[in-house]
């Protein structure tokens, strides 16, 4: 911004000091102005095209990590639920083997108290 103010000032100053006639100097100020305008309005629209692209970047950059962010959520949900099943087998199998386990246990404690019984003299006269 600076440069064109510094292109302008040094035009004018060029201007009025050049051996010219009023109305001369007036059309080439008139045309210099001209020129810087459209040279600035040319940056204005260089400036709002980039502000465009940048945009544009970004809004696809959120779309890019909204869905990232949607995938990573449904890859771990999938996960947790794989593992909830896992727990879930693990845990009734582990109820099985207690059982079983108790069951033998008990079918063991009974089968020993049985064959003291039997291998006991029973005493009639007691």
């Known amino acids: 911004m600076k440069f064109i103010k510094g292109a302008i000032f040094g035009a004018a100053l060029a201007i009025l000091f050049a051996p010219k006639s ?30 465009e692209e940048v945009s544009h970047a ?35 199998s582990a109820e099985a083997d207690v059982a079983r386990t108790a069951k033998e246990a008990k079918d063991e404690v009974s089968n020993k108290s049985n064959n003291n019984n039997n291998n006991t003299p029973k005493n009639k006269n007691m």
């Open 22 to 51: 009023g109305k001369e100097t007036r059309n080439d100020i008139s045309k210099k102005f001209g020129e810087k305008k459209e040279m600035a309005s040319d940056y204005a629209d260089m400036a709002k095209a980039k502000s």
């Open 58 to 92: 970004a809004s696809e950059a959120s779309d890019n990590i909204k869905i990232t962010l949607a995938k990573t959520a449904k890859d771990l949900k999938e996960q947790l639920h794989s593992a909830s099943e896992e727990i879930k087998n693990e845990t009734m």
